[in-house]
């Protein structure tokens, strides 16, 4: 004889076997014990979270005679007695379940709401299950309304649906509306222990929480999968067999990934991805998987207690916490998000999946969060942070540089007072210093370079006859690419006739070239909206016909 499968050997018979929906278990039994019943009730929620199941206990709750056929309506049907074990075998002729997917024309619902009219065959209730009510059509649903809204005292109506969004409001309006919830993992880990145990299975609880995630909040894609794997493993669960089942990550390649972008080690993601493509493993999944551990490290850097002890991978995102900045967490969940929906336009899933960690080496934050507190794990290469762009003192002409010049810019604040510019003009800081807004606007400059200038200010100035050596703090480092800084080097070096060395750093600029065009085009905009409003012609307008001056409209010349 062949075996049921375990979504439905394990199908609730009673609300006290349901799992995960309390709050509608709650409210259907209360109105069954007190005896106040609605009509007609809907029912919400993603596959596999109860909806067929509620509505097959409520109708055997309905019309439950108990095991000496004269009991009453109950919140407890006994399971026993004609109708329970009829509908529990799907052949009880006065629950009718219908699909609207298949059954969705007007014609359909007018012959289904003619047999309502006619009084049950052997039950209390006769009890309508409409299964994705959703797919009816327009039509349909208008000819249910006046049934729905008054039927008569024998019928109860059950609604069913995963999209309720395409629910006409007009029947929302005549149904009691109850959202089932999705399984939380540990829920549903729980329910796998239980029934694993019952059907003698042995397992492995990591196998089982691989499990209860792929299913996604779906019990009975979590009883299918199990039942998968246990076919798939021959008779037991553990997690390398789940996990070459689904096509999933060992949280152990996760980790190698994390570690890798911290040491900067292109070699080795490429290397993980290639081993991955060897083992067939699925990229869409391995993106989902890493964006799910990066979001437990963003939860942990804000929130240590985020953390349980019970995870498998607990001591490695205590570990990375360390090793990143939020910044650079935030910034590579964004490409894993990103990246699963890219990754099929990719030539290929391999490709894809290898582009989106070489995204993450390429794009790392610059000067972003303390990088003071990062602390490279012991077994690891430190991870060098990002160097800031700095040219050679090169001219075209190859001019010898003197040796002072050619020394390492020191690391200047940006908030560090300048520099008098009352000192000589002998290569000491400061001499010589030009208007830094005035010069950047008069220099050629274009596209990327010029936009990278403009969020500058100048930090430092040496000016000597064998060149300068210029500090400029930047509010947007990310644009100091060291080709956008080579080319500005070249134009000052042209501009000023001399020998240029040139560093850009990070840092709070509070008057860069942009902020003060901006604060100009600020003032310009005031004054021309202030110039409008005390325009005579403007107010005879504004008087004469009701006009107004639409606010944010007006640009000055």
Known sequence: MTALALARSWRPKTFTQLVGQDHVVKALTHALDQGRLHHAWLFTGTRGVGKTTIARILAKALNC??????????????????????????????????????????????????????????????????????????????????????????????????????????????????????????????????????????????ALRVLAKAAQGSMRDALSLTDQAIAYAAGTVNEAAVRGML??????????????????????LLAIAEEMGGRSMSFSLALQDLSSLLQKIAAAQVVPESVLDDWPEAAEIRRLVSVFTREEIQLFYQIAITSRTDISLAPDEQTGFAMALLRMLAFRPVGSGDLSQKTPPASKPVAKPVAKPVTKLVTKTETKVAPEILKEAPKVSAAAPAVSSSVANNGVPNAGRPNWHDLMRQLPLRGLVQQMAFQTDLQDWIDSTQGIKIIAVSSLPQLATADCVERLREVLATHFAKPVRLEVVGGVVDQSVAKIDAQVNQERRLNAEEQIATDPLIKELEKQFGAKVVSGSVRPL
Do not use: W
Request: glycine share 4%.
């Open 65 to 206: 005679t108990g095991p000496d056929g004269n009991g009453k309506m109950t919140s407890e049907p006994c399971g026993k007695c004609p109708a329970c074990v009829e509908i529990d075998e799907g052949r009880f002729v006065d629950y009718i379940e219908m699909d609207a997917a298949s059954n969705r024309g007007v014609d359909d619902m007018a012959a289904l709401l003619e047999k309502a009219a006619y009084a049950p065959s052997s039950a209390r209730f006769k009890v309508y299950m409409i299964d994705e009510v959703h797919m009816l059509s327009t039509q349909a649903f208008n000819s249910m309304l006046k049934m729905l809204e008054e039927p008569p005292p024998h019928v109860k109506f059950i609604l069913a649906t995963t999209d309720p969004q395409k629910i006409p409001v007009t029947i929302l309006s005549r149904c009691l509306q109850f959202n089932l919830k999705q399984m939380p993992v540990a829920l549903i880990i729980e329910h796998l222990e239980k029934v694993l145990a019952a059907e003698k299975v042995s397992y492995e609880p990591v």
């Open 247 to 268: 096509g999933t990550l060992d949280d152990a390649y996760l980790i190698s990934m994390l570690d890798a972008l911290a040491a900067h080690d292109g070699a080795s």
